[in-house]
């Protein structure tokens, strides 16, 4: 005869069993409650990565570099100096084009005094016509009395006829020497002009040896060295502005159908964890899924082919001064959570472009040292300043 197990064990262990599963029920009615309150409007995903601006900065020009100033993981402010090629020849062809405008200034001012000179020749030739028809008229008149000898009436004939022939000469000279000048002042001569824009290339292709940095942020992926051979267009470095980061969510393609533009999002990384959190904001969507736009995309057409759940990339922008508090790095892994409750817009609205999605001025100062240059240089030649 077996011993039966002692009542207070079977009690124990039903009441541990009945613990359990209201722990369960209410762990089920816990979730029902947040999935109806709250779980139904989130989407999320962990396939999601930290974006940002990738600056490059390239030569305008081809030289040997002699100073890089910037190395990997410097930051460095709009404008800094990052690298500079030899600048030699670049000098010595802007020497020559200043030296060329201000030959070409004083030429000019020489047309002007020409000008002048030709214009007073003119004024003298018409006094010596009019002296010569004057003496051609007295002697007419004491001919009749036969005081003048008619050989002289003919040598002052010929005086009014040589004055006259003077005058259209040096009329002519003058007309010919004011079609270079009229309409236009020393400063905006077409030579002048022409000389400027020499001294403009010039400057501009001297200013190119030195390549400033086209925006703040910080240095990556340096390969140019000291002494290295460049060519236009070659990739010496890139500038990261951290401060301009945003997020890359891929979402299947199934949990798309509620997300629009605007609805807020909640953004965790990996980095800081769960006690940071970032406030985002939906801006966009990417054109087609990763797959189409990978590098070999899949030949699904071929019929060899396997069902994969797509995924679409979905941008979200974070608070300026979130991300200035709590930095963030490009490819860093994150967790996005859409809230999806607002769902009045459209799934892809055709939202109007930004003015400049970047934009730098860094390369407008040359052009400003250029023509203040050329300014000096043509006030200093006694042209007067440049017309606006």
Do not use: C
Not at 92 to 116: C, K, S
Not at 310 to 337: C, D, M, N, T
């Amino acid at each position: 005869m077996s011993a039966q197990p002692p009542a207070s064990t079977n009690g124990k262990r039903k009441a541990a069993l009945a613990t359990i599963l209201l722990l369960f029920a209410a762990g089920g009615i816990a979730w029902g409650v947040w999935w109806w309150l709250a779980g139904q409007w989130v989407e999320t995903t962990d396939d999601a990565y930290v974006g940002g601006n990738v600056v490059q900065v390239t030569p305008q020009a081809a030289g040997t570099v002699v100073a890089v100033r910037a190395d990997d993981t410097d930051f460095v402010k709009t404008g800094d100096e990052l690298v500079r090629l030899d600048q030699a020849d670049a000098r010595v062809a802007l020497e020559q084009a200043e030296a060329n405008l201000a030959r070409a200034v004083r030429q000019v001012r020489a047309l002007y005094a020409t000008d002048g000179q030709l214009g007073a020749t003119v004024t003298q030739r018409e006094t010596e016509l009019a002296r010569a028809k004057q003496d051609l008229a007295r002697r007419e008149q004491a001919s009749a009395d036969g005081a003048v000898s008619r050989e002289e009436i003919e040598h002052a004939r010929d005086a009014v006829a040589a004055s006259q022939a003077a005058l259209s000469a040096a009329s002519e000279q003058l007309v010919a020497s004011r079609a270079l000048t009229d309409g236009t002042t020393v400063a905006a001569h077409p030579d002048v002009a022409a000389a400027a824009a020499k001294v403009h290339e010039a400057f501009i292709a001297y200013a190119r040896t030195t390549m400033p940095a086209p925006v703040s942020g910080y240095v990556a992926k340096r390969s140019v060295q000291v002494g290295q051979r460049v060519s236009a267009g070659t990739p010496l470095m890139a500038i990261v502005p951290l401060d301009q980061v945003w997020v890359d969510a891929n979402f299947k393609e199934s949990q798309l159908a509620d997300v629009r533009v605007g609805q807020t999002a909640t953004v965790i990384s990996d980095l800081y964890g769960n006690h940071v959190e970032y406030r985002g904001r939906v801006v966009g969507f990417g054109a087609g899924t990763g797959a189409a736009f990978a590098l070999l995309p899949a030949q699904n057409a071929t019929g060899n082919w396997i069902k994969v759940v797509q995924r679409v990339p979905v941008r979200v922008v974070l608070e300026p001064k979130e991300i200035a508090a709590h930095p963030l790095q490009i490819g860093l892994s994150l967790r996005v959570a859409i809230e999806t409750r607002d769902r009045s817009g459209p799934r892809l609205p055709q939202a109007e472009r930004a003015p400049a999605v970047q934009e730098t001025s860094v390369f407008e100062a040359p052009e400003r040292k250029a023509a203040e240059r050329i300014a000096r240089i043509i006030q200093d030649n006694g042209g007067g300043k440049p017309r606006s």
